[in-house]
């Protein structure tokens, strides 16, 4: 299985911040790469899929970037709907496999 | 835009099986590909496995002995079934749509699944 490690794990930032995740594959995945934002008590949400390509609806203040195995997810300018927890996803192989995710807490 | 209902029970218990359904409306169940994913209380994201809309499938090797995905398009369901349950597969289970065969771009609101007796 492709491991996904994000760091960090939790990051505490203020409205207005940029803020920036990063996700590793333990083995090459070009850029078969999604994020997702997860709040609690709800399903997450794809804002990004192929590294870079947001989905149609999601703020221009969130960007992918990577390729192979090192990935980033930016928020240029942190709102207050932004807090919540990020996921990278794998979907270069099967079984597709998720980072552990990175809590964007309000500092 | 395709929405998703899962139902089934909340409370299993051990040994037994967990059986789910997602009801796809919105759109024709023969548009996607279709997942399973779960998530422990407090922690990450598992993929189960997807069906295509003709029941071909792939799981994931850790959990593959003990599911099995169906699709029903006459009742436009996705089915999730999860055999000799343990506390370990306490979760909620979140159904979703699959695009470019790889990404999970529509999902369910979830439902946890408590395995205990």
């Known amino acids: 299985d492709i491991q996904m490690t994000q760091s960090p794990s939790s990051v505490s930032a203020s409205v207005g911040d940029r803020v920036t995740i990063t996700c590793r594959a333990s083995?090459?995945?070009?850029?078969?790469l999604a994020w997702y934002q997860q709040k609690p008590g709800k399903a997450p949400r794809l804002l990004i899929q192929a590294a870079s390509t947001s989905q149609s609806g999601v703020p221009s203040r969130f960007s992918g970037s990577g390729s192979g195995t090192d990935f980033t997810l930016s928020i240029s300018s942190l709102q207050p709907e932004d807090f919540a927890t990020y996921y990278c996803?794998?979907?270069?192989?099967?079984?597709?496999?998720f980072g552990g995710g990175t809590k964007v807490e309000i500092k | 835009q395709v929405q998703l209902q899962e139902s089934g029970p909340g409370l299993v218990k051990p040994s037994e099986t967990l059986s789910l359904t997602c009801t796809v409306s919105g759109d024709s169940i023969s548009s996607y590909f279709w997942s399973w994913i779960r998530q422990p209380p407090g922690k990450g994201l598992e993929w189960i496995g997807y069906i295509s809309y003709s029941g071909g499938t792939n799981y994931n090797p850790s959990l593959k002995s003990r599911v099995t995905l169906s699709v029903d398009t006459s009742k436009s369901q996705v089915s999730l079934r999860l055999s000799s349950v343990t506390a370990a597969d306490t979760a909620v289970y979140y159904c979703?749509?699959?695009?470019?065969?790889?990404?999970?771009?529509?999902w369910g609101q979830g439902t946890l699944v408590t395995v205990s007796s």
């Open positions: 996803q794998q979907g270069n192989s099967f079984p597709f496999t």
């Open positions: 979703a749509g699959v695009v470019e065969r790889r990404y999970f771009d529509s």
């Open positions: 083995q090459g995945i070009s850029s078969w």
